[in-house]
């Protein structure tokens, strides 16, 4: 009997394509899925609770040995829409911000993005579960994920960390990407970025399965000018790039 391999997902829309692959083309059946917010998932593949994890990119050195499994990933080539600092105030008059407890790379990318582009010093704040509600005055926030999106009609100021990357380094962001913390069978990686592909190659079947309730934005073009799914060599070269700056002493 062939291994069941433990995979952790992310709970948000940009990762509806991967799932629906999965669910169309038969992995599904092969596999044992867990969906969670960001730091959960990379907390379960540090934990060895799962064999494969869409992880936030800030874990990869906390592994002892991770592996890149997959020719997809969640990026951006320009702005995200689903990972920004929003405000009521410009930047320049900003003196507070809220840090999102569920992805420790956008918290990461907002502390760079602050300090090396921006170059302003603001007071961080560890966010608590209502800390959206708080969001007012000089008191901004990183919000990311399918609450971020809606706050896209919320907030008069938005600074998107992805489009702040692109133009202070002229690279793509990575966000997260398909991590092993051990080596995978190249037929089973095969399968598993055909189910990948599989969902990107449908995502109006992707689009069509989201309930009513979801549609908290236009996903179209969320799916196709905001996320870049391919896991190419400048998203590469991001990627190494950002590692690097948060090495710095």
């Given at each position: 009997?062939?291994?069941?391999?433990?995979?952790?997902?992310?709970?948000?829309?940009?990762?509806?394509?991967?799932?629906?692959?999965?669910?169309?083309?038969?992995?599904?059946?092969?596999?044992?899925?867990?969906?969670?917010?960001?730091?959960?998932?990379?907390?379960?593949?540090?934990?060895?609770?799962?064999?494969?994890?869409?992880?936030?990119?800030?874990?990869?050195?906390?592994?002892?040995?991770?592996?890149?499994?997959?020719?997809?990933?969640?990026?951006?080539?320009?702005?995200?829409?689903?990972?920004?600092?929003?405000?009521?105030?410009?930047?320049?008059?900003?003196?507070?911000?809220?840090?999102?407890?569920?992805?420790?790379?956008?918290?990461?990318?907002?502390?760079?993005?602050?300090?090396?582009?921006?170059?302003?010093?603001?007071?961080?704040?560890?966010?608590?579960?209502?800390?959206?509600?708080?969001?007012?005055?000089?008191?901004?926030?990183?919000?990311?994920?399918?609450?971020?999106?809606?706050?896209?009609?919320?907030?008069?100021?938005?600074?998107?960390?992805?489009?702040?990357?692109?133009?202070?380094?002229?690279?793509?962001?990575?966000?997260?990407?398909?991590?092993?913390?051990?080596?995978?069978?190249?037929?089973?990686?095969?399968?598993?970025?055909?189910?990948?592909?599989?969902?990107?190659?449908?995502?109006?079947?992707?689009?069509?399965?989201?309930g009513q309730e979801e549609m908290i934005y236009d996903l179209k073009k969320y799916y196709t000018q905001n996320i870049s799914y391919?896991f190419t060599e400048e998203k590469k070269k991001g990627l190494d790039l950002f590692l690097k700056l948060l090495a710095r002493p």
């Amino acid at each position: 009997m062939s291994k069941r391999w433990r995979i952790g997902a992310v709970s948000y829309l940009n990762t509806r394509p991967f799932i629906l692959g999965m669910e169309q083309s038969g992995l599904i059946e092969q596999i044992d899925l867990k969906k969670d917010y960001p730091a959960q998932i990379a907390q379960a593949l540090l934990e060895d609770r799962i064999d494969i994890g869409l992880v936030p990119v800030a874990v990869i050195p906390l592994l002892k040995d991770p592996y890149y499994i997959s020719d997809f990933c969640i990026g951006a080539e320009q702005e995200v829409a689903s990972v920004a600092i929003f405000s009521e105030v410009p930047l320049d008059k900003i003196e507070k911000v809220y840090l999102d407890h569920q992805s420790r790379t956008s918290v990461q990318l907002a502390r760079l993005m602050m300090e090396l582009y921006w170059e302003r010093q603001v007071e961080w704040i560890a966010a608590e579960p209502d800390y959206i509600e708080k969001i007012g005055g000089t008191i901004a926030g990183v919000i990311i994920g399918d609450r971020a999106l809606v706050a896209q009609q919320r907030f008069p100021y938005v600074y998107d960390l992805a489009a702040a990357w692109k133009k202070y380094t002229g690279l793509p962001f990575v966000f997260a990407t398909w991590v092993s913390n051990k080596p995978i069978p190249e037929e089973f990686k095969k399968q598993f970025d055909a189910a990948n592909a599989y969902g990107l190659n449908h995502l109006d079947e992707v689009i069509e399965s989201i309930g009513q309730e979801e549609m908290i934005y236009d996903l179209k073009k969320y799916y196709t000018q905001n996320i870049s799914y391919a896991f190419t060599e400048e998203k590469k070269k991001g990627l190494d790039l950002f590692l690097k700056l948060l090495a710095r002493p």
